[in-house]
C-alpha cells in the first residue's frame, strides 16, 4: 500500500508539472493541458488523504519534485537558447542522400559569379509559399547580389505595365540593375517555382538566361535517321518517336537556340553554328554532306557525333581524321545486371575538363547498347589530340556476336573500353570560325532519348556542348530532377510530432527515473 500510495503522489506532481509544457507544444488545442492538470492534481489529492499523517514527508517530497521541475525547465531553456543561436548564425545540414536541400553547384557558380545586382518581383495576390521563400533565401545567403520582394498586382499597376504582367499569368521577374538604365529582365513560372521539385531550376535558368552575354546557337542535324527535335505521330504506334525534346528544353534552359539543320538544304553549316549536333544517324551521308561537315570542321567547327548501334552513316573516314573509330558490336558488362548486359554504368573517366565535374561528384554514367570508341595514333590531321574522356569497367568487352547472353571470346576487345570521346585540332584557315576544332564523339545515342533524364547523362552532354563552344562556365553539375518522393506534413502532424518529441517522450524519460528513485528508497 505503501509503495502504492508514493506512486499515486508522484505520478500526479508529474502530470501536473508537465501539463505546462503540453500546452506549449499543442498551442491549438487545450484538451490534452487539461486533461493532465486535472488528473495530476486529483492524484495529487488522493496521495494526500492515503498520507495525511505524513505533511512533513510529503513536503520534501514536493521539494524534490520541484527540483526536477526547475532542472527539467532549465534543460528546455538551454534548448531554446541552442536553437536561437543556431538560426541567428543560419546554420544548417543536408542530411539527404541526393543532397535535395542544398544549392547545386551550377547555382552557386551563377550566384558567386554575379556582379550586378538581381532583384525578383514575385507578383501574387497572396503570400508565396514557404517552399518559395526558403528558396529565395538559400540564394541570398550565397550573395548579397539577390534580394526579393513580392508585388501585389492589383496594387503595384506600374510594375505590372512595365513587366508586362497579366492576372492570369502571375509570374516571377528577374530584375538585372533594377532601376538603371542597362536594367534587364527575365520571366519564371510561378507555379515551377513554387513546386519544390522545380523551383531551383527554373530561377537558376532564368538566372542563367538574363546574365547571359549573347544566346549561342546549336544546330541538330537531319535527314539521315537521326532523333528529330520535336515528337513525331507514327501511324500504328500508340505513343510519339523518340525525340530529342527533353534535349531541347534543357538546352533552351542553358542559353542555347537550338535549330534543325539539313546539309543539303542550308548547303553547309551556317556561321552562327557554335556547335553541330549528330544524334544517332543511321542512312548514310552523301558525298557532299561529308565534304560540308568535313569543310565545317576544317574552319574551327565543334561537332558532337552520336553513335547508333548497327549503323554506318558514312561518316568513318571524317572521325578518323580526328583521331576517332567507332567500332563494330556493342558493348557488354553483365557483372552489374546479367539480365541486361548491354546496359553499362561506369564511374571511369578520363583527366578532361569536360568530365572534371563528374568525376570530382562521384557520377555513374549509364549507357545501353554502346558502342566502343577506338582512340586511333596514326592516320590523323597533324595535331590531333584524341582523349578517352569516358571508360567502362575493367570487366566489360566488345561483344561483335551481339548474343543474348553474351560470352568473352578469343579475339574480342576486353577492358576499359573508350565510350565518349574528345578531340581537338588547331586551325589557321582565313575564314575560321575559331582557332580550334572539337569532336565529342559518344558510343550511344540513347543518352539523349531514353537515359537523358538520368542527372549524370544529363550533364554529361550539356558539359559536352559547353565545351565544345567553349563555354567553361558550363562545366558543371545542374540542379538535379528532384522528383522523388517526400513526406508532406501539415499543421495537425507537426502538432502530433512536436507532442511527442516535447511532451510524450520526455515525460516518459522523468517517469523512468522516479520509478527507479522510488524502487530504492523504498529498500
Not at 376 to 402: F, I, N, S, Y
Amino acid at each position: 500500500m505503501k509503495r502504492f500510495s508514493a506512486a499515486i503522489g508522484a505520478t500526479g506532481l508529474l502530470l501536473v508539472f508537465t501539463s505546462p509544457l503540453t500546452l506549449g507544444v499543442m498551442q491549438s488545442s487545450q484538451v490534452a493541458f487539461w486533461v493532465k492538470l486535472v488528473l495530476g492534481l486529483s492524484l495529487v489529492v488522493l496521495w494526500a488523504v492515503l498520507n495525511g499523517e505524513k505533511i512533513a514527508t510529503w513536503a520534501r517530497t514536493v521539494f524534490f519534485f520541484s527540483s526536477s521541475a526547475l532542472i527539467g525547465l532549465a534543460f528546455v531553456a538551454i534548448l531554446v537558447g541552442a536553437n536561437f543561436i543556431l538560426a541567428k548564425r543560419n546554420q544548417t545540414w543536408d542530411l539527404t542522400s541526393k543532397k535535395l536541400n542544398s544549392l547545386s553547384q551550377q547555382t552557386r557558380d551563377a550566384l558567386t559569379s554575379l556582379k550586378a545586382p538581381i532583384k525578383v518581383y514575385v507578383f501574387a495576390t497572396e503570400g508565396v509559399p514557404d517552399t518559395l521563400d526558403d528558396l529565395f533565401r538559400k540564394y541570398a545567403a550565397e550573395t548579397p547580389n539577390f534580394t526579393w520582394e513580392r508585388v501585389n498586382p492589383r496594387k503595384e499597376f506600374e510594375l505590372v505595365a512595365k513587366y508586362k504582367i497579366r492576372e492570369q499569368d502571375f509570374a516571377a521577374v528577374l530584375v538585372k540593375n533594377p532601376g538603371q538604365p542597362d536594367e534587364s529582365s527575365a520571366r519564371a513560372s510561378l507555379p515551377n517555382l513554387a513546386d519544390p521539385g522545380k523551383g531551383e531550376q527554373e530561377l537558376t535558368n532564368a538566372l542563367i538566361r538574363l546574365v547571359k552575354v549573347g544566346e549561342q546557337r546549336v544546330y541538330v542535324v537531319e535527314g539521315h535517321g537521326e532523333l528529330p527535335l520535336e515528337a513525331v505521330k507514327v501511324p500504328g504506334e500508340s505513343g510519339p518517336s523518340p525525340n530529342l525534346e527533353r534535349v531541347r528544353t534543357s538546352l533552351t534552359a542553358d542559353g542555347y537556340d537550338v535549330a534543325p539543320l539539313n546539309l543539303v538544304e542550308k548547303k553547309g553549316v551556317p556561321r552562327d553554328a557554335a556547335a553541330v549536333i549528330i544524334a544517332g544517324a543511321r542512312s548514310a551521308f552523301t558525298e557532299g554532306e561529308k565534304k560540308l561537315v568535313e569543310q565545317y570542321l576544317e574552319e574551327g567547327g565543334r561537332l558532337l557525333y552520336f553513335a547508333a548501334p548497327g549503323a554506318e552513316p558514312g561518316l568513318d573516314a571524317v572521325l578518323a581524321k580526328y583521331g576517332v573509330q567507332v567500332d563494330n558490336g556493342l558493348v557488354a558488362d553483365p557483372r552489374l545486371e546479367p539480365s541486361q548486359p548491354y546496359f553499362i554504368v561506369t564511374p571511369f573517366f578520363g583527366d578532361h575538363e569536360m568530365v572534371a565535374p563528374l568525376k570530382a561528384t562521384k557520377m555513374n554514367v549509364v549507357m545501353e547498347a554502346a558502342r566502343s570508341l577506338t582512340v586511333l595514333r596514326e592516320g590523323t590531321l597533324p595535331e590531333v589530340k584524341t582523349t578517352a574522356a569516358v571508360l567502362t569497367t575493367p570487366d566489360a568487352w566488345l561483344e561483335t556476336k551481339l548474343e543474348q547472353t553474351p560470352t568473352l571470346d578469343p579475339g574480342e576487345k576486353a577492358g576499359q573500353l573508350a565510350v565518349v570521346t574528345v578531340s581537338t585540332r588547331d586551325v589557321s584557315a582565313p575564314n575560321a570560325r575559331s582557332a580550334q576544332a572539337r569532336v565529342v564523339t559518344f558510343g550511344s545515342f540513347l543518352l539523349l532519348w531514353k537515359l537523358f533524364a538520368l542527372d549524370p547523362n544529363r550533364n554529361l552532354v550539356l558539359n559536352a556542348l559547353g565545351w565544345a563552344s567553349n563555354q567553361p562556365a558550363k562545366l558543371t553539375i545542374r540542379p538535379p530532377d528532384r522528383d522523388i518522393s517526400s513526406l508532406e506534413v501539415d499543421g495537425a502532424m507537426m502538432s502530433n510530432i512536436g507532442l511527442v518529441v516535447m511532451d510524450v517522450i520526455p515525460t516518459l524519460l522523468i517517469a523512468v527515473g522516479l520509478t527507479i528513485w522510488l524502487a530504492r528508497r523504498s529498500r
